[in-house]
């Protein structure tokens, strides 16, 4: 389980939000993984407020794909080392509106796991894409971009998270079926490169207008290990229930 607040919260409402995921949650009542991926100056009080969540960890929204340098205004991994576990990398937003290339985000992803960090790599088609049938070629070459820098055992620390870039913020999404048949291909592919019993281990996230409404279905189809959640996660009690219709589903409650 992901949670992307984006640009969406002020300082003070990201520390209100953490805070309120605290108290719903308590302490050790969580039976899934959870990620959640704050601005940068907010990773530090974020990660002091949520320390006693076991089953939550921390991630950065970007990073540079640089390990040091002159590049005004960037981040490296060395300086989000300290506070997360996490990062997002390739999300559609910065390959759209940034510019940011397969190459970068798979420089990103190499430098991450260099790091001992672990990248969830962010891919899947335009609704152009989409209307031109180019989803296979769009999504191999993507996932392609990262297996390259991957190998048998670094494979074990990225997440995957196809996302359609139009069921992004869009309330429109793929079918269930329609989104495991990608991640079917992802899995395939993986198989191809590091044999089918690494490959069954990928952990391969779904992520576009996830709520608490729509999670279900996805997280009910096999293949589909969790969810990446953008606007619904800066709710803290949406995104709670979105996390206990997962915990069910999976049979953690
Ligand atoms: P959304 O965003 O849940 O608001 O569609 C998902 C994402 O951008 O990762």
């Given at each position: 389980?992901?949670?992307?607040w ?5 300082h ?10 605290k ?7 969580l039976r899934?993984q959870?990620?959640v991926c704050?601005s940068?100056p ?10 006693p969540?076991?089953?939550?960890q ?5 990073v540079h794909?640089?390990?040091?340098g002159a ?7 060395s300086?989000i080392k ?27 992803a190499q ?6 960090l ?18 296979v070629?769009t999504?191999t070459?993507?996932?392609e971009?990262i ?8 494979l ?5 998270a196809?996302e359609?870039?139009w ?8 079918a ?9 291909l ?7 490169r590091?044999?089918?019993?690494v490959?069954?281990?990928?952990c391969?996230?779904?992520?576009g ?13 096999p293949g589909?290990?969790g969810?990446l959640?953008g606007g619904?996660?800066v ?6 229930e979105i996390v206990?219709?997962?915990?069910r ?5």
């Amino acid at each position: 389980m992901v949670g992307n607040w984006k640009m969406e919260l002020s300082h003070l409402a990201a520390v209100n939000l953490a805070t309120s995921l605290k108290r719903v949650w308590g302490e050790d009542t969580l039976r899934v993984q959870v990620v959640v991926c704050p601005s940068f100056p907010a990773l530090l009080p974020v990660a002091e407020i949520l320390k006693p969540l076991k089953e939550l960890q921390l991630g950065a929204q970007n990073v540079h794909w640089q390990e040091q340098g002159a590049w005004t205004g960037e981040v490296a991994v060395s300086q989000i080392k300290p506070f997360v576990q996490w990062c997002l990398v390739g999300h559609s937003e910065r390959r759209a509106l940034v510019g940011e290339t397969d190459e970068q985000v798979q420089a990103k992803a190499q430098l991450l796991i260099k790091e001992g960090l672990r990248p969830i790599v962010c891919l899947g088609e335009t609704a152009a894409e989409r209307a031109q049938e180019l989803i296979v070629e769009t999504v191999t070459q993507q996932v392609e971009a990262i297996f390259t820098v991957a190998t048998r055992t670094t494979l074990q620390r990225l997440v995957i998270a196809y996302e359609p870039v139009w069921a992004i913020g869009s309330g429109e999404m793929p079918a269930p079926s329609e989104a495991a048949e990608v991640m079917l291909l992802i899995r395939k592919l993986a198989a191809q490169r590091f044999g089918e019993e690494v490959a069954a281990k990928l952990c391969i996230i779904y992520g576009g207008s996830v709520n608490a409404r729509t999670v279900e279905p996805f997280v009910a189809e096999p293949g589909i290990d969790g969810v990446l959640v953008g606007g619904a996660s800066v709710q803290a009690r949406e995104f709670a229930e979105i996390v206990r219709v997962v915990e069910r589903v999976s049979g953690q409650e």
